[in-house]
């Protein structure tokens, strides 16, 4: 059970339930949207919650680490994707265009407690993400086995391409040098 000591938890949601069991992985998003409130809104109204939003200011949790999310696509008898132990980070922002540096240092700082909490290795198994034009390594072997940051773009079952390609400065402000 973990709770980012940083986080406003003004905004509880609703989890799957229970990890199913793999590495421990973060998933980066883009809500595709300008403003938090405007993301917590999209999340009650279709009642599917990330663990944490960013934005400039804050870093909101709605669920606490220990169980699932609900902000990536879960096809019937596919791979699990929400629950096989994917921790999930939406920032405010667009996928195709630049981030805003300091929803990026929170994130960063965000990511760096997971990283130690769940013990995530501090790197990308598919590579960093391409942007719209991809391509997308959604390898099904890499999500099942190998811990580490993974884009939207990233997770099997998924057509989405967030939180697109980041620049060199973006990847090293998050990934912290």
Known sequence: MARYPDANHSYPGKSPG???GGPFKIVHHTVEGAT????IATFKRRNLWPHFLVNHTTVYQHLDTGVSASAVLNKA???ETNRLSAVQIEWVG????PKD???LANVAGLCRWLEKEHGIPKRWPAGPPRGEAGPHNRS???WTTQ???YGHSQVPENSHYDPGALSV???ALLMGG
Do not use: C, D, K, P
């Open 77 to 79: 008898g596919g791979v």
């Open 140 to 142: 099904v072997a890499l």
């Open 101 to 103: 540096r300091r929803t």
């Open 36 to 39: 938090a409130s405007g993301a």
């Open 18 to 20: 229970r990890y199913t």
């Open 147 to 149: 811990g580490g940051h």
């Open 169 to 171: 400065a973006e990847m």
């Open 94 to 97: 667009f996928a195709g265009q």
